[in-house]
């Protein structure tokens, strides 16, 4: 089996790896392709699997390639992991959304429209190139802001490309392990959209037991995202969010965290992966200590403006531990290839059941939208959820119409329905700063520029 990594250099790259790579993985990737743009990040990122697989059960083969067509041809799943414009990408989106007053985070917001803005173009072509290669590949997209990338790519490749990320199962594993049990034993209801969504229902034995989770302070205190956002917001809402809602429901509070910082995210990372990067090719002898401890650094200071200042580059260590979305996507591909079942939160069309049925009947067809779903040889199986009403579909509707006014405007060319994808976002909260946040984006990227006109 070929497993193809598109953005191979990528430094989340070994955890992939050493999924593949484990003793009890249940399935076996006899070849590892690595594409990327950059040689030097690919030689470093090389360095790191070498000295993982010295010490691994099953280590795939190993192949690096700038050539496309080469990592490509005859790959059973590809995984898409680009990262247009780089780290310093993320920096100007993030900044040029404060600098107007705004949010400035990756996928949440200002940030996140315009990344899709520059990475959208790429993807297409990417689905186009993965359709005329490999016709029959399973496309796994962990590209952010994953919902919107997604939803482009099915228009070329279909049900055959659906996106993961590891929050929405995280979350579910946490309020899980908070009752003692294990995740793979429950039954649950998620539905959202990408870093947008609610675990509503956690089933043990048949028994919705989450709201023995919302009355006790015990075992709210064991989830991550209820401390986040406060114990009794999740018990007015009845569910659990997503982390990302923190944006949304603590919107006043987390920009100021964030402008009273004297480094965005972004920043934070663009100079933790120049040091790393640099580093591990001037020793490359030491590549995977140097990254094993950057590795650290990073998961410790994830989303460190929704924590209280004791704990902002300091997370908990129940918090980080239960797998990350290399997890998530080794349970996928290995019940798409074998046909040992598995249950999971997948990014997937909302009209992926068939015969008219929508997941979510507020949202088009074509939209992706998050939920468990059943996997399988036959693929991917989405399951029903309970309807969704009151204010977590209005706050899904209009993020899901910013995002799709996005894709129209790139479709179209048309820099007016980008205006008004920035100005219909919750969290841009004026038209005339949404025009200007356009303008900005387009300054900063000629391609986009060109693009909308």
């Not at 399973?138 to 490309?161: C, H, K, Q, S, Y």
């Amino acid at each position: 089996m070929k497993l193809t990594v598109i953005g191979g250099g990528g430094f989340r790259v070994p955890q992939i790896f050493q999924a593949l790579s484990a003793g009890d993985a249940r399935l076996r990737v006899a070849e590892l392709w690595l594409y990327d743009v950059s040689e030097q990040r690919l030689e470093v990122i090389g360095n790191v699997l070498a000295q993982l697989a010295a010490t691994a059960a099953r280590p795939p083969a190993v192949h690096t390639t700038t050539h496309l067509p080469d990592a490509l041809d005859g790959a059973d799943f590809v995984f898409s992991a680009i990262r247009v414009g780089g780290t310093a990408g993320r920096v100007s989106d993030e900044r040029t959304a404060l600098r107007r007053g705004v949010l400035g985070q990756e996928t949440v917001g200002p940030g996140g429209l315009a990344y899709a803005l520059r990475t959208v173009p790429r993807a297409l072509r990417l689905a186009e190139e993965i359709r005329a290669r490999a016709p029959r590949a399973w496309t796994i997209n962990f590209t952010n802001p994953a919902g919107i990338l997604t939803e482009a790519m099915r228009g070329v490749l279909g049900d055959r490309v659906v996106s993961i990320c590891d929050t929405p199962i995280g979350l579910m594993r946490r309020v899980a392990a908070a009752v003692g049990q294990d995740p793979r034993t429950v039954g649950f209801d998620y539905v959202g959209l990408n870093h947008l969504g609610w675990l509503r229902t956690l089933l043990v034995d048949g028994r919705d037991v989450l709201p023995d989770v919302l009355a006790s302070d015990t075992l709210l205190d064991g989830v991550e995202e209820a401390r986040i956002l406060g114990f009794d917001w999740v018990r007015a809402l009845g569910a659990v969010p997503n982390e990302y809602l923190f944006y949304y429901y603590r919107h006043r509070e987390a920009l100021a965290r964030v402008l009273a910082e004297e480094h965005t995210r972004g920043e934070f990372l663009d100079a933790q992966q120049t040091r790393f990067y640099r580093a591990a090719a001037a020793e490359p002898e030491r590549a995977l200590e140097i990254w094993d401890r950057t590795r650290h650094e990073r998961e410790a200071s994830y989303m460190g403006e929704s924590r209280p200042r004791e704990e902002r580059y300091a997370r908990r260590a129940e918090d980080v531990e239960g797998g990350g979305y290399q997890e998530v996507a080794l349970d996928l591909m290995t019940g798409l290839a074998t046909g040992e079942a598995a249950t999971m939160i997948l990014g997937v069309g909302n009209g992926s059941r068939g015969e008219g049925e929508l997941l979510v009947p507020h949202l088009t067809p074509d939209a992706v939208v998050e939920v468990p779903c059943s996997v399988d040889r036959d693929g991917v199986h989405p399951h029903a959820v309970a309807p969704l009403g009151g204010e977590m579909a209005g706050l899904l509707t209009t993020v899901k119409a910013s995002e799709q006014l996005v894709l129209r405007a790139l479709a179209e060319g048309s820099r007016e329905l980008a205006w008004r994808a920035f100005a219909n976002h919750p969290l841009v909260d004026s038209t005339e700063v949404a025009r200007q946040l356009v303008e900005d984006y387009c300054a900063a990227t000629p391609e986009v520029d060109a693009l909308l006109r």
